[in-house]
């Protein structure tokens, strides 16, 4: 019994449109329930409270009165009801408002659980449409109130960064079920259940996406645009900077930048590592070939190549070179070197460095053992 009543449970979480059907049929249910057992003493003061929530558009309108007689008039909220009334009527605007805000809530969460879920638009499905329902409750009939609210909130700005579109009109859509509950309740009922279906129909036919035969190109042009970005250093870290850095917190910068650290220096120990690697190699399997390496840092690797290597033909025996590093509009040419009898490396590495201006910046020799 309690794995069936627990399986029910699940499965009423998991499926939203058995949840919805569950829910809205709960709340009618009890609406009439509570309208027949309410004792027959409250239930003449809970029509005159409720009569202005409930088909007030089909009702006849009063004659018109001039702009001075309704503020001469309008010192109570709603003329020709009580206040405790008046609080009835707030207290239930706002009670139904919220019962039929829920449902707009859960459909969000649940149709944007995968992309462009904010919990801040949830707070304010379920919270902006209470209050929009006790506010309409309060200054209908009312023009003094009116014209107070609209100066309050000229005031007082509300404001909001949505990044997508559907989360605005999402907010649009609880602001007038919360007017229509303080207005007219069938139509804000009308507006909840139109709007979850009409959400929901949409998100399972995925309406309006891409069409296959579009699908292929767009994700090639995503790819390479994503690449051209990618290949120019200076916009890939300004796009960084600006999607992903302002977004973190101190301590996930923090944290960011440890792993930075980390990073490089795993890189820098690879790089040297292999630099070490290189010239071991060198020095082991052709140690008896050559005396020691000379460092040649040049501005332009590819013109001073040739006019080095016509210096190593006068004053070396043989040469080869190691690697070869750029950094910083610089390159350093590693080579090993053997000497001709009677030449030392170091009056080599003079020679390379005057005669190979201008792009020999400077050269540093090494002696090996």
């Given at each position: 019994m309690t794995n069936t009543l627990q399986d029910g449970i699940t499965k009423v979480q998991t499926n939203i449109i058995l949840r919805l059907v569950l829910y809205y049929g709960a709340l009618a249910a009890l609406a009439t329930a509570l309208w027949r057992f309410l004792p027959p003493s409250l239930h003449q003061h809970l029509r005159e409270a409720v009569s202005p929530l409930v088909g007030s558009v089909g009702a006849v309108s009063a004659p018109a009165q001039s702009v001075s007689d309704l503020l001469a008039g309008a010192s109570t909220p709603l003329p020709g009801l009580a206040p405790q009334s008046v609080?009835?009527?707030?207290t239930i605007a706002g009670v139904v408002a919220l019962a039929l805000a829920l449902p707009v809530s859960w459909v969000y969460m649940f149709t944007r659980q995968k992309k462009g879920y904010s919990q801040s638009v949830v707070h304010s499905l379920i919270l902006l449409?209470?209050?929009?329902?006790?506010i309409a409750a309060l200054v209908r009939n009312s023009l003094a109130l009116a014209f107070s609210l609209a100066g309050v909130v000229a005031a007082v700005r509300f404001r909001t960064t949505?990044?997508?579109s559907k989360d605005a009109v999402y907010v649009f859509a609880v602001?007038?079920?919360?007017l229509a509950c303080g207005v007219q309740l069938e139509v804000g009922a009308v507006l909840s259940v139109l709007w979850v279906v009409i959400i929901l129909v949409l998100w399972y036919a995925d309406y309006a996406?891409?069409?296959?035969?579009?699908?292929g190109a767009r994700a090639e042009h995503h790819m390479q645009r994503a690449m051209a970005i990618a290949n120019r250093t200076s916009q890939f870290v300004a796009r960084l900077d600006r999607e992903i850095?302002?977004?973190m917190a101190p301590a996930q910068l923090e944290a960011l930048q440890s792993r930075l650290d980390k990073r490089r220096g795993e890189l820098e120990g690879k790089k040297k590592a292999k630099t070490t690697t290189e010239e071991i190699a060198v020095q082991d399997e052709e140690g008896p070939r050559f005396d020691g390496r000379i460092t040649i840092t040049v501005s332009d690797p590819d013109a001073a190549q040739p006019a080095i290597e016509s210096l190593f033909e006068a004053q070396l025996k043989r040469w080869k070179m190691v690697r070869l590093e750029r950094e910083d509009g610089q390159a350093r040419m590693v080579y090993a070197i053997r000497a001709r009898k009677g030449t030392t490396l170091e009056s080599v590495a003079q020679t390379v460095e005057r005669d190979g201006a201008p792009y020999v910046a400077r050269t540093e020799v090494e002696r090996w053992a």
């Open positions: 609080l009835l009527l707030s449409p209470v209050v929009v329902a006790i949505l990044e997508d602001t007038a079920l919360g996406r891409t069409p296959p035969s579009l699908e850095l302002d977004t």
